[in-house]
């Protein structure tokens, strides 16, 4: 059974910084890009950052310079590290991975539970 497990969120001021992790159980994601999507109270599922196998990295205009994705794929595992944080960055942060790189939620097969971030003012 393929699961992918988010942790790493919480409650943070703004400007501070957390860092989620994704670890990948039930199968190798080592040819997979993996990335991490969000979603506020009230809008769609939106995404956030994904990284090929490579290394190669794409990122939304909104975190653009102050979010970073790495991967560690002898690991199955996958971080996003968040500074500057701001209040629109509140959201459920969501872990997927997928074959091909979508910016679209819909179509994506592998989804974590989702882990909280809170962005106080």
């Known amino acids: 059974q393929v699961q992918l497990g988010e942790s790493g969120g919480g409650l943070v001021q703004a400007g501070g910084s957390l860092r989620l992790s994704c670890a990948a159980s039930?199968?190798?994601?080592?040819?997979?890009?993996m990335g991490w999507f969000r979603q506020a109270p009230g809008k769609e599922r939106e995404f956030v950052a994904a990284?090929?196998?490579?290394?190669?990295?794409y990122y939304a205009d909104s975190v653009k310079g102050r979010f970073t994705i790495s991967r560690d794929n002898a690991k199955n595992t996958v971080y996003l590290q968040m500074n500057s944080l701001k209040p629109e960055d509140t959201a459920v942060y969501y872990c997927?991975?997928?074959?091909?790189?979508?910016?679209?939620?819909?179509?994506?097969?592998?989804w974590g539970q989702g882990t909280q971030v809170t962005v106080s003012s």
């Open positions: 997927a991975a997928d074959r091909f790189l979508r910016n679209d939620a819909s179509n994506i097969p592998y």
């Open positions: 039930g199968r190798t994601f080592s040819t997979y890009y």
């Open positions: 990284i090929r196998w490579t290394g190669s990295t």
